[in-house]
């Protein structure tokens, strides 16, 4: 039988195929997979042919239909090919004539090139380049892109470069590793720490002629598949676009599927750098390792029910089996269930609407309504005291307020204190608690168990826990080994939370990665999303454990290339919902599958208003959140909460006009509470942040009126 290796360049070209081509392909590629080498050295029934243009001799074509071919590559042992591509039949002529395949001496990475087009850039690059200018590479040498296995022939042109501008036109012709390890230099690793990223640990020399060796390198699996029987290429073709389950950088796949860590590990990155890849892959590592379970034994959780769906329907397509041994839910769904389970009665779950509205009855009864507002008293109770697990004034006075924008002196502290004190009376008189108090209480009730509900915890998107969840999530496992997964990036917190690990009892130092590679939006997006983000204010991003987590050049990158963020505004609401539906329209017409369109807006009613105008024009709608959502058919629309977590191919922001973004509603106002407006502001800015990188290859926003602040 043949033994085929799939590149994530083969299934991209697949999945953009029509049905019909794709049906065709299917059953060439499994009739291809299971001949045998004597039928192969035949060419029965594939028209497995050479090309005498090939720049590479092993290259093959596969004759799909008149039109249009696969292109292969022959190992030459008579049982091994890769499927690399799917063109036209002119593409894949000029495709044969230009690239070879090359195994890299120094990562054992099997790489595609384009060497003529690699060195006609470098010469347009250096001449670009300012001779008078800081260079780039100062602070490195020619050994040090050797090292890493980046060509001979452009390393003289990097080292004369000035700008990281000048290195778009070449990163997008190298092959992955080596432009990844190009952005890497620009920073300031360590090759040896950058080596290990990009490509594990090769022991002895590298064979530069054997390609089978080379697919099974770690640096060779982030595009490349040895597929493992007819099962798993029926599955492959079946889901095309699903890559994420078996193609895993070597820095993902090196973190997933680590032995053991000693503790709690937490992993940071920008979005798009599968950070929830990595987790739902540590899920299924920790799943695979246990003997004889009972029940779930491993609690897979993050902040919002819909993204707990979203990871369980992804879990389910990744491994069916792990299922049975991870318990996927929402942490506050999770904290209902113990406080049940503990009372014996479903708790009864104050909102936050009866509470805000409690809290402004107690501050304007308590006649201090001119010096603090119920927002205030709320607030300053969620992250003061519950934060602080404050169960008495004295514990009130005893804890530090960093962050909190009133200066409050002891008098004024017992004042609030009597406040806080009032509110908490009133919602037990109402037997109402937050969810919140729920897992505080929840931490309780676990806290003098010796056997624990749990013996792994994987979270995600842990920046935006509350303290009060975070002990919750430390009292549900026990301090072992692998107790503690934990992946998030603060750029998109979206809640206000400035939790720190240390401070509730989770220890990650020594176990802590960050994850560098966009593979979900195109460097285009993620530029324009970095520069809206910025910083302001004197606000920074924080790494989820008290420090700082900066997103540069060299520690956060995306290689793939599209248009620009397209950004409109008008003059009325009628024009910009008149054109969202015709850009929604048009993506359509181009091919894209309507599911692979999200819509965004900053509230419910904009949503709405975006639904209406799009099902007047004729085009199919599915609303956000939704249990049967994989199967629904339509665009997908939602705020941009319900966002978070998701993607699709393009997405449009409606309504992006400054007095919804930032929403003037959830604004502390400046003269209240300028620290609070602050943290406000920031919190509306990462939302439009998490909306525009929901995006991989198209961004389209719009407004009426006057723009946000936030563009710009």
């Not at 309504?369 to 009130?396: H, I, K, P």
Request: charged letters at 25%.
């Amino acid at each position: 039988m043949a033994t085929l290796t799939i590149a994530t360049s083969f299934l991209a070209d697949y999945a953009r195929l029509e049905n019909r081509l794709q049906r065709r392909l299917r059953d060439l590629v499994t009739k291809f997979a299971q001949m045998t080498p004597a039928e192969l050295g035949k060419q029965k029934g594939i028209n497995l042919e050479p090309f005498n243009g090939s720049a590479d001799p092993r290259s093959r074509t596969i004759r799909i239909t008149d039109n249009h071919r696969g292109i292969v590559l022959d190992v030459g042992d008579g049982e091994h090919f890769v499927l690399t591509r799917v063109c036209t039949h002119d593409e894949a002529e000029r495709w044969m004539a230009n690239n070879t395949f090359k195994i890299n001496a120094t990562t054992n990475a099997l790489e595609l090139m384009d060497t003529t087009a690699i060195e006609a850039e470098a010469a347009v690059v250096q001449e670009q380049a300012d001779p008078a200018g800081d260079r780039l590479f100062a602070h490195r040498r020619e050994r040090d892109f050797a090292g890493l296995g980046v060509t001979d022939e452009v390393v003289p042109t990097l080292m004369v470069l000035t700008s990281e501008d000048q290195l778009e036109g070449l990163l997008g012709l190298l092959p992955p590793a080596q432009a990844e390890a190009v952005i890497a230099l620009t920073g300031h690793d360590e090759v040896d720490a950058i080596y290990r990223e990009l490509a594990g640990a090769i022991h002895g020399e590298v064979d530069t002629d054997d390609v089978v060796a080379a697919l099974e390198a770690p640096a060779s699996q982030a595009a490349f598949h040895v597929v493992d029987g007819q099962d798993e290429l029926a599955d492959i073709l079946a889901q095309p676009l699903e890559m994420w389950r078996i193609f895993l950088h070597p820095s993902q796949r090196q973190l997933a599927y680590r032995d053991s860590y000693s503790g709690p590990a937490r992993v940071t990155g920008g979005a798009g750098t599968g950070k929830t890849v990595v987790a739902i892959h540590r899920a299924k590592a920790l799943a695979e390792r246990l003997e004889s379970p009972l029940g779930k034994p491993i609690l897979f959780t993050t902040f919002t029910r819909n993204l707990a769906q979203a990871i369980e329907n992804d879990l389910r397509a990744l491994d069916p089996a792990a299922l049975s041994r991870v318990d996927v839910i929402n942490v506050d769904r999770l904290a209902f269930a113990l406080v049940r389970e503990a009372e014996g009665r479903d708790p009864k779950v104050a909102q936050d609407d009866f509470c805000r509205k409690t809290a402004e009855d107690i501050v304007f009864e308590a006649g201090i309504d001119d010096e603090y507002s119920g927002s205030f008293l709320v607030n300053e109770w969620e992250q003061v005291v519950l934060a602080n697990d404050c169960r008495s004034r004295a514990d009130y006075f005893a804890v530090g307020r960093a962050g909190r924008g009133i200066p409050l002196n002891r008098r004024r502290r017992a004042v609030v204190w009597k406040a806080i004190d009032e509110l908490e009376r009133r919602l037990d008189q109402d037997g109402r608690r937050t969810h919140l108090q729920l897992a505080t209480a929840a931490a309780g009730y676990l806290g003098p168990r010796t056997t624990k509900p749990y013996e792994h915890v994987v979270v995600d998107e842990a920046q935006d826990l509350h303290e009060a969840q975070w002990r919750l999530l430390r009292a549900v496992v026990a301090e072992a080994p692998d107790d503690m997964f934990i992946v998030g990036d603060s750029h998109q917190r979206i809640y206000d939370r400035r939790s720190s690990l240390s401070k509730v009892g989770i220890k990650v130092v020594g176990r802590s990665a960050k994850l560098k590679l966009n593979y979900r939006t195109t460097h285009e997006i993620m530029a324009w999303s970095l520069a809206m983000l910025g910083t302001h204010d004197g606000v920074t991003a924080d790494d989820l454990d008290g420090g700082k987590d900066e997103h540069t050049f060299a520690g956060y990158h995306s290689l793939r290339s599209g248009p620009e963020p397209v950004l409109a505004g008008f003059t009325t609401r009628k024009q910009m919902l008149d054109e969202l539906v015709e850009q929604v329209r048009g993506w359509i017409d181009e091919g894209v599958d309507p599911m692979a369109i999200g819509v965004a807006a900053r509230t419910n009613w904009q949503v709405e208003a975006a639904k209406d105008a799009l099902d007047a024009a004729g085009l199919t709608t599915c609303l956000l959140p939704q249990r049967d959502l994989p199967n629904q058919p339509g665009v997908r629309l939602g705020t941009m909460h319900r966002m978070k977590g998701l993607e699709y191919e393009r997405v449009a922001i409606s309504d992006a006009d400054d007095d919804s973004v930032p929403a003037t509603w959830a604004m502390t106002d400046r003269d209240d509470d300028e620290v609070q407006h602050v943290s406000d502001l920031e919190l509306e800015k990462c939302l439009l942040y998490v909306a525009a990188t929901r995006a991989r290859d198209g961004l389209y926003i719009t407004w009426s009126g006057t723009p946000s602040r936030f563009l710009g």
